[in-house]
């Protein structure tokens, strides 16, 4: 198979080491051999000298072989799959929050708006009682009796905005009516004071049952509406001036309910709150992340609903036969009773309400779309005789004060 060409060619290989002592000495010395002579092969050499491997000989120790785990090293597979772990839970985290937002995204139909809600309607009648308690429990001390004249006319107010759209109905409450005079010798017949036949609605019309609390607080320059109370304070009643602009702050409040505003912001309270823990899990300091969601999104949302409601809030008293321009009327003389009291400073972004300008020049904008709902109404012939009774009422009020 394979010949060697010559036999002195491998002698070296099997010539030992000699040791040598030098005289006087007694020192071992290792002689250099001759240098090792690679044989020559003719043909293929055998398999086993094949994967033979040549090398110079070496005195040195070998090193010894070290075992190293691979998972206490800061870069082995280990930590790679734990931190392929954390990044599908992440991964899942985000992915599920999407879907869920995305599955309870709405549009509100008095605009279109689309929305996150994820609050059972059921859920809003419970709310309903449970606010109508606290509110009697916080401003009972303070409530007009349901023959004030004050609490009948507004009674009749929020009635008309609630039969014209539907909404529902106030609950029968009222005592029997009163007779008083007036200073200008006027007479409160039983037609002022008389439950119309909107009082014998059906309780839960249009899907609510609507409680009215009236506070005598002339300090409270307010009104609003939670899911089926109504509270409106004597403060707010200069700033009205008259029925009309009575009728367009309460078109606000309750198109803030009709929209479903409080259950909005629940809602969104998770979206905020999710946020944050997402900010604060890539390192963000969790107060910092919340007042960033705070800033961009909570306020700007909430702006987006007070324009909102002024919108809904228009169509509502316009359909209920009520002056549009009202709102407009209102808006202007709240802006300057701010401007005296100090308290229309500050950057708009830092508000929950956008500003008197931008408001007035929105609702100016819904004039238009406001007269044409109200012309198209057939039901607005005798709304002028309200309005005047309701001012007659106001200054009597005025006067007893």
């Known amino acids: ?35 090792l002579v690679r044989p020559t092969w003719s043909g293929t050499p055998p398999r086993t000298l094949q994967s033979q491997k040549w090398r110079n000989l070496s005195t040195s120790l070998p090193r010894r072989a070290q075992y190293n785990r691979f998972s206490s090293g800061p870069e082995g597979p280990s930590n790679l799959k734990t931190w392929d772990i954390q990044t ?73 905005i609630l039969e014209s759209s539907d909404l529902g109905t106030l609950r029968s409450d009222g005592p029997a009516p009163i007779t008083t005079k007036s200073p200008d010798g006027d007479v409160w017949g039983g037609d002022v004071f008389r439950e119309d036949s909107h009082s014998e609605l059906v309780p839960g019309s249009g899907g609510r049952e609507w409680n009215l609390l009236v506070v005598n607080d002339p300090k409270m320059i307010n009104a609003m509406a939670t899911v089926g109370n109504i ?79 002024d919108t809904i809030g228009m169509r509502l008293a316009s359909k209920a036969c009520y002056d549009p321009k009202a ?35 929105h609702l100016q904008e819904l004039l238009p779309e406001g007269y044409s709902i109200r012309a198209g109404s057939s039901d607005c012939g005798g709304m002028q005789d309200s309005v005047d009774r309701f001012i007659s009422a106001a200054q009597y009020y005025s006067f007893r004060q």
Not at 4 to 33: E, N
Not at 100 to 124: I, Q, S
Request: proline fraction near 6%.
């Open 1 to 35: 198979m394979f010949s060697l060409r010559s036999s002195s060619s491998i002698r070296p290989l099997l010539r030992p080491f000699s040791w040598k002592c030098p005289k006087h000495t007694g020192i071992l010395v290792l002689s250099s051999p001759k240098p």
């Open 88 to 160: 599908v839970v992440a991964t899942c985290v985000v992915a599920g929050g999407v879907m869920y937002y995305v599955a309870h995204l709405e549009k509100v139909p008095e605009t279109g708006r689309w929305r996150f809600m994820d609050v059972n309607p059921k859920y809003e009648a419970e709310l309903a009682k449970t606010s109508y308690a606290e509110l009697v429990d916080e401003f009972g001390d303070k409530m007009l009796p349901p023959n004030h004249p004050l609490t009948r006319h507004v009674r009749r107010v929020v009635i008309n």
């Open 231 to 309: 509270v409106v304070f004597t403060g707010i009643l200069p700033i009205c001036k008259d029925e009309q602009g009575l009728a367009a702050v309460l078109s606000h409040e309750i198109g803030h309910v009709v929209a479903r505003h409080i259950s909005e912001r629940y809602s969104s309270t998770k979206v905020l709150l999710f946020i944050a823990l997402l900010l604060q899990a890539s390192g963000l300091d969790f107060g910092v992340g919340k007042l960033a969601t705070h800033l961009l999104l909570e306020l700007p949302n909430s702006r987006t609903q007070e324009t909102e409601a």
């Open 327 to 361: 709102a407009v009327d209102v808006h202007v003389r709240l802006s300057e009773f701010e401007k005296m009291a100090g308290g229309s400073s500050g950057a708009e972004f830092l508000r929950t309400h956008p500003g008197a300008e931008r408001r007035i020049k």
